[in-house]
């Protein structure tokens, strides 16, 4: 069955970059048409798309995010990477990686991993 | 980047009573295919987001009938037929036919 996985730190300082990780299984990101996306929440706030990264390596990021973001995949490793460059307490959140294949929705969502930026 | 507005933000609902979340786009959702890139999602208390309903209406494995999509264009709604005390939590449209993918505020659903 399709799972994905969020790893990363739970408490980042003001500055610092974020690395988070995506491992996922049950489905293989050289597929045609499979893509794998960021997305965040805000505590008690809706839901932002981040960035997506596609089975050919292409590459989409927020647009107000876009000079922050950078995604990457290892595909032997059923891996996604994202990584947010100068973090900011605005940007506590919990970060969720999801499957997307073609235009049929986040079919698929990972746990969830809560990242606090702090001091 | 499309705006998604929502519609009621706050939905109080008497179980096996019927509901409607309504969505607004800032631009036609329309595609060359004939699809509205329109979803929906419900995130219940604690939980992560699930899939509804994908291209405006078509129902995501597992979700009961008494869920559907209507719309076209830049107005768009979901319908629940009848409540049921499971169906609490946050429901989201969201726009899938352009990046940045963008979500409506949210509509908190919970029972009277």
């Known amino acids: 069955q399709v799972t994905l996985r969020e790893s990363g730190p739970a408490l980042v300082k003001p500055t610092q970059t974020l690395t988070l990780t995506c491992t996922f299984s049950?489905?293989?990101?050289?597929?045609?048409?499979?893509?794998v996306s960021w997305l965040r929440q805000p505590p008690g706030k809706a839901l932002e798309w981040l960035a997506r990264i596609d089975w050919d390596d292409d590459k989409y990021y927020r647009t107000s995010l876009k000079t922050r973001l950078t995604i990457s995949k290892d595909t032997s490793k059923n891996q996604v990477v994202l990584t947010m460059t100068n973090m900011d307490p605005v940007d506590t959140a919990t970060y969720y990686c999801a499957r997307i294949v073609g235009a049929k929705g986040f079919d698929y969502w990972g746990q969830g991993t809560l990242v606090t930026v702090s001091s | 980047e499309i705006v998604m507005t929502q519609s009621p933000l706050s939905l109080p609902v008497i179980p096996g009573e019927p509901a409607s979340i309504s969505c607004r786009s800032s631009q036609s959702l329309l595609h060359s295919s004939g699809y509205n890139y329109l979803d929906w999602y419900l995130q219940k208390p604690g939980q992560s987001p699930q899939l509804l309903i994908s291209?405006?209406?078509n129902r995501a494995s597992g979700v009961p009938d008494r869920f559907s999509g209507t719309g076209s264009g830049t107005d768009f709604t979901l319908k629940i037929s009848r409540v049921e005390a499971e169906d609490v939590g946050v429901y989201y449209c969201m726009q899938g036919l352009q990046t940045p993918y963008t979500f409506g505020q949210g509509t908190k659903l919970e029972i009277k």
């Open positions: 291209l405006n209406s």
């Open positions: 049950g489905f293989s990101l050289t597929t045609s048409g499979v893509c």
